[in-house]
């Protein structure tokens, strides 16, 4: 397995740093981690950052010569990522890198859809001054970085921004769903902020979630948010090399062949029933 130098978009890499190697972020996480700890979130950060590809194998006696280390900790971080399914076996209980379908994106987003509406709508209801001092700083600080052309602070900014957003709707418990959602994000390699003009869009529609947020309206606030979250699974799938459209169909296709087959057994229950 090569050694990977890239960085990642998710917030583990703004304490290991962008651009780092393996072995440069097991150092870092291993200053306050466990061992196994350590390794779990070291190679985390570089399936995320797309480096180590779908498909790849991960074999414990490269990654133990990586990181010098004995292949303990390594088999239970493995174990670990296989469980959150950031690996996967092959017939021939190889563990790879997971592959990520466009139906697995559109099931994650769905959630992350819900979760983003109900807690815009509720931060526009319960947002205090600190909370919209911090997220306008966040907001100024995704301008910046796409300004400079930095991809992965922005995505690494956007994660905190979402944070903040259901943190300032004072409920804990959608807090904690949402980040799990976004562990489960942090599977999916690259950013889509580096297709074309969705880091621009992006800016511009959180803008219009903080005026909503600001001026306390929960409904359009929510709103505003799922519609962001919908434009973003739809440049994730792009990602993906999956047609948008055509996944759409055959979703609608089968919800309409399921719906139609429910009819006609209800339909022929009542008769069994009424005759």
């Excluded at 981690?33 to 194998?57: C, F, M, Q």
């Excluded at 700083?137 to 903040?164: C, P, S, T, V, Y």
Aim: charged share 25%.
């Amino acid at each position: 397995m090569a050694t990977p130098t890239n960085g990642q978009s998710g917030p583990q890499a703004e304490r290991a740093g962008a651009g780092s190697s393996l072995a440069e972020l097991w150092k870092s996480h291993r200053s306050s981690a466990n061992a196994s700890e350590a390794v779990y979130l070291a190679l985390r950060d570089v399936i995320a950052a797309g480096t180590i590809k779908p498909g790849e194998h991960l074999g414990e006696p490269a990654i133990a010569e990586s990181l010098g280390i004995s292949r303990t900790p390594i088999r239970e971080a493995l174990l670990r990522l296989e469980t959150e399914r950031f690996v996967e076996r092959t017939a021939g209980r190889r563990l790879v890198v997971a592959t990520v379908s466009p139906e697995e994106v559109v099931d994650v987003y769905a959630v992350r859809e819900a979760l983003n509406g109900l807690a815009a709508r509720l931060a526009a209801e319960n947002a205090s001054t600190t909370d919209m001092i911090r997220l306008r700083r966040l907001h100024r600080e995704m301008k910046w970085a796409l300004d400079d052309g930095d991809i992965a602070l922005m995505a690494r900014l956007n994660f905190q921004f979402h944070d903040a957003v259901c943190v300032a709707s004072r409920n804990a418990f959608l807090l904690e769903m949402l980040r799990k959602a976004h562990d489960t994000h942090h599977r999916y390699p690259g950013s889509t902020f580096s297709l074309p003009d969705r880091a621009t869009g992006s800016i511009e529609e959180h803008e219009l979630i903080l005026q909503a947020i600001e001026a306390g309206d929960g409904q359009r606030a929510g709103e505003l948010a799922q519609h962001h979250t919908a434009k973003a699974r739809e440049a994730r799938i792009a990602m993906l090399d999956g047609t948008v459209e055509e996944l759409h169909r055959n979703r609608r296709a089968k919800e309409s062949t399921d719906m139609a087959t429910s009819t006609e057994t209800k339909t022929g229950t009542e008769a069994e029933t009424s005759g």
